[in-house]
């Protein structure tokens, strides 16, 4: 079995034994591997055996970590290279090629998705909602975990998504619908303090937890300013995770209590916010999919204010109201950031439906007809002359045959003749209603068919 050994004096003895997961390295007794020396850090780093080779990631250390003399966040370490984490050694002791499925496992982890769940997955009722829930945490042992402690929980709803990094995660939640963001503090480059704010502010109603390994009173009170409902400690026993998974299943619920939610195209946006209307309810409408995310404000059954993306008001509800693709669900009312919206809500609603007809292309049966007639050219008109004298009328003269004129080819496109932007310039055009279906025109239509 390879393994991993301590060749500092005063530690030599020391070893783990390494398998197809992550191994956490650390002064904590938390840590899988536990090394107890003042200049380890107590969540020190973490690793993990890919044949013949040790894949190893710093976890901001105090004193760092080193591969082969170099201080490294993520490298690999090979065959005959030294592994330093603070002033005490290790090396890679190889007995047996490791299993390759391990890392096929972690690039699933890595993506955020979780690993397939077991059996338990077959559980899952028909039409059972499920809870798409991202963890963000720079650990790849925490997440690798979290998806073999969570993941199997298919009968309760949970969907598992993970990310290593705040760039992942932010990539995750505009390709996913996430109900609930679960994240740690304490990340390197941004800051998970930092990403709790900006998912607060792109997606307020995403329920958000801190879950860390560090007690901090000052950043606990920061995270529940930053829009997260729950700031929780990691657990060191199965029974805490227990805990912390039924308080997670409890918060992602919670609002399924009072609320509605369902796909768009199955029901009409606009019978929704009518339904919450006319019974005078105070709630707002959230509306999501991989493109855009908006809500619409409802108070006492007022349509009050509305937005998306960069517009608010009319706008952000007409285009709102029009979209067939993505989810919606009613949560509870907040004070919006304005009132952008006044007027009684049949009235709103009734000019977002005139809005949307307005912005539909024009059909083959439109009841219009484009009338053209040349324009004749302009020229004085000719002078009068007398009447002459019935006697002095000469006899008309027979007409000259003339050389028939070359035909020349029609097009016709819905029914008409094909015309040209130049004719259309100089056409006089008149618009007049279509004959109805029973082959009767109109009165207007007579008239104006007579004047032509």
């Not at 006319?278 to 959230?286: P, Q, W, Y």
Request: aromatic share 4%.
């Amino acid at each position: 079995m390879s393994r991993l050994v301590v060749v500092t004096e005063g530690l030599t003895g020391l070893s783990h034994e390494l398998g197809t997961h992550w191994v956490t390295i650390g002064r904590a007794e938390t840590n899988a591997f536990q090394i107890v020396e003042t200049s380890i850090s107590s969540e020190h780093c973490e690793v993990l055996l890919r044949g013949d080779e040790l894949v190893v990631r710093d976890l901001r250390s105090t004193n760092g970590t080193f591969v082969g003399g170099k201080m490294v966040t993520e490298a690999v370490l090979a065959p005959g290279q030294t592994l330093r984490l603070g002033q005490v050694e290790l090396r890679l002791e190889i007995s047996t090629p490791a299993k390759t499925a391990a890392g096929a496992k972690t690039s699933a982890v890595a993506e955020g998705t979780s690993p397939a769940p077991g059996a338990k997955s077959s559980q899952v009722r028909v039409g059972h909602k499920k809870y798409r829930v991202l963890f963000v945490d720079d650990s790849m042992a925490f997440l690798e975990m979290i998806a073999d402690l969570f993941g199997g929980r298919a009968e309760e709803g949970w969907e598992i998504h993970t990310a290593p990094s705040a760039d992942k995660a932010l990539g995750i939640l505009q390709q996913k619908l996430i109900d609930m963001v679960v994240l740690d503090i304490g990340m390197p480059l941004l800051d998970g303090a930092q990403l709790l704010g900006i998912i607060h502010q792109r997606y307020p109603n995403i329920k958000k937890v801190v879950l860390t390994g560090a007690i901090d009173d000052s950043r606990r009170a920061t995270c529940l300013a930053n829009g997260a409902e729950l700031f929780l400690v990691k657990p060191g026993t199965d029974d805490g995770w227990t805990l912390i998974f039924n308080m997670l299943t409890s918060l992602v619920r919670w609002e399924d209590h009072d609320a509605y939610s369902g796909v768009l195209g199955e029901i009409g946006l606009p019978s929704i916010v009518q339904m919450e209307c006319m019974e005078g309810k105070s709630s707002i409408l959230e509306v999501r999919n991989p493109q855009t995310c908006g809500e619409v404000f409802i108070e006492s059954g007022n349509i009050v204010h509305a937005e998306t993306g960069k517009l608010i008001g009319n706008k952000a509800l007409h285009q709102l109201l029009s979209l067939t693709v993505g989810e919606f669900r009613l949560i509870p009312f907040r004070e919006p950031p304005q009132r952008s919206l006044q007027g009684p809500w049949d009235a709103l609603l009734a000019e977002a439906a005139r809005a949307q007809e307005e912005e539909k292309p024009a059909r083959d049966d439109d009841e219009t007809i484009l009338i053209t007639r040349k324009k004749r050219d302009a020229q004085p008109p000719p002078p009068v002359q007398p009447a002459p004298a019935p006697e002095a009328i000469a006899p008309t003269p027979k007409p000259v045959p003339a050389e028939p004129a070359k035909q020349q080819t029609r097009r016709f496109t819905s029914g008409m003749n094909f015309i040209t932007l130049e004719e259309l310039i100089e056409a006089d055009t008149t618009v007049v209603p279509a004959p109805k279906k029973n082959g009767q025109s109109s009165e207007g239509s007579k008239n104006k068919s007579e004047k032509s």
